[in-house]
């Protein structure tokens, strides 16, 4: 599909025609490449352990997207369904400036070969890549465009699924300070690549700068309690019992005033994700390698709701 005339000109058309180069790309390299042992066609029962599976918040097109670790997460979670819940690709800082390893292009691929061996992919485009939302209800090699989504779980549970950045109060009355916000973010993320480089001549673990000044800092933790308050209260309003969202980059699954609230997090620091299996219950799944995975599961029933000052402590 190629842009409008009067889109191609803007940054916004430019970075459209940049993703539909890499997915044509890449489209090429898979008709080229032999499958992996784990893309067999026949591996489709293997495919259905899991009903479905949620990722956000790749920021393919930055030195910060941990692409290795997320195609090894996806060799070990197939599912019958694929959420990409927004900021897959960051059309920001492509165009202030190109970036785009081999390990991005894969994982492109790894989505398309999903698409064609039978998982349905759904790509719902956050602020980030903000330029696919205008081609909501169409295709890009298989994988289905919407702006928001609506997900059953097995038990029957309706959850809604959107990226966020609408209950966003910098990105909606001051975008300007969210450019601003994701640059500094990108210095911080660069000066941790370097602080971490050191710790692990010094043989000591992976610690995240930016993830401790989010904790630290009272007004950014006023804000994720606001959003994740305000995202909670929309599903309620339009009679969902959950939401699955990204953006703010903090993997959670907790009630609010009896609201299911599911965040899976990002592939840039926390490296999370959000897994239904067969029977509906949902696990938050922080990536390790696997003799170190954790997870954080949700009772496999649906309690009743809590009460207020519960579900919102």
């Not at 790309?25 to 293997?46: I, S, T």
């Not at 009903?51 to 996806?74: K, M």
């Not at 300007?176 to 370097?194: C, I, Q, S």
């Amino acid at each position: 599909m190629v842009p409008p005339a009067a889109l191609r000109g803007t940054p916004q058309g430019a970075a459209l025609v940049a993703w539909q180069g890499q997915f044509r790309g890449a489209l090429a390299e898979e008709d080229a490449d032999p499958l992996p042992d784990e893309e067999r066609p026949g591996d489709a029962a293997e495919r259905s352990r899991y009903r479905a599976v949620f990722i956000s918040d790749l920021h393919l097109g930055t030195a910060g997207c941990q692409a290795e670790a997320l195609l090894d997460f996806l060799k070990h979670y197939p599912s019958q369904t694929l959420y990409l819940v927004g900021d897959i690709v960051d059309g920001w800082q492509l165009r202030r400036r190109w970036f785009w390893p081999q390990a991005h292009n894969d994982v492109v691929q790894k989505l398309l070969r999903r698409a064609r061996k039978g998982c349905r992919v759904v790509f719902v485009p956050g602020n980030h890549d903000e330029f696919a939302r205008q081609f909501h209800g169409h295709s890009f090699g298989g994988i289905e465009v919407r702006n928001e989504a609506v997900h059953e779980t097995a038990d029957g549970r309706r959850l809604w699924v959107v990226h966020g950045d609408h209950f966003d109060g910098v990105i909606q009355c001051a975008k300007w300070l969210a450019y601003v916000g994701d640059n500094l973010y990108e210095f911080t993320l660069r000066l941790n690549r370097h602080l971490n480089s050191l710790r692990a001549r010094l043989g000591l673990p992976y610690w995240s700068l930016s993830q401790y000044l989010k904790h630290k800092v009272k007004t950014a933790v006023n804000y994720v309690s606001d959003f994740e308050g305000a995202v909670a209260a929309e599903a309620r309003a339009r009679g969902y019992q959950g939401v699955v969202c990204g953006h703010i980059h903090r993997p959670e699954m907790r009630w609010i005033d009896g609201t299911l609230y599911c965040n899976d997090g990002d592939w840039v620091e926390s490296l999370s994700a959000l897994v239904e299996h067969s029977d509906g219950r949902l696990e938050l799944v922080h990536w390790q390698p696997p003799a170190r995975q954790t997870r954080i599961p949700l009772p496999e029933a649906l309690p009743a709701p809590l009460p207020a000052r519960a579900a919102t402590a």
